[in-house]
């Protein structure tokens, strides 16, 4: 049988599908109706839910610190995604926790806040997370 990857035909020693390379022409063996791909995504999906399930852990909720630990953390790590508008700022820092997990600096006027959480979160989502604690 000619293997359309290589053009030539498999060694007569080893048996169908086991030259470690797929048989098909689009690089996927087919189960029944299925790609092999499919069987992962159980698998992929239990993997994300226990990332998931881990980065809850790390997610804290906002409190306050004061200025010499602001100022602390501002240099004792390279801040990103500065944003200031009026008399608020915030800053992530780079350095992530875990998975997409970052130590995240606001400023509402002068009171300051330290949380750790998604480093997605917009500077209004930071800044409603710390004024909701504010109570």
């Not at 852990?57 to 801040?79: C, D």
């Not at 915030?90 to 750790?116: A, H, P, Y």
């Amino acid at each position: 049988m000619t293997n359309p990857l290589y053009g030539r035909s498999k060694p007569r020693h080893l048996p169908e599908g086991d030259l470690g390379v797929s048989d098909s022409a689009f690089g996927q063996d087919a189960i029944g109706d299925q790609p092999a791909s499919a069987s992962l995504t159980a698998e992929e999906s239990a993997h994300e839910e226990a990332r998931r399930a881990i980065e809850k852990e790390f997610i804290q909720q906002p409190r306050r610190i004061n200025a010499s630990e602001w100022n602390e953390l501002l240099l004792s790590a390279s801040p990103m995604q500065r944003v200031g508008r009026g008399r608020t700022e915030s800053f992530k820092l780079q350095e992530m926790v875990f998975g997409n997990i970052s130590v995240i600096l606001c400023r509402d006027e002068w009171r300051f806040w330290r949380l750790q959480d998604h480093v997605s979160l917009s500077h209004g989502q930071v800044l409603a997370l710390c004024r909701g604690c504010q109570s």
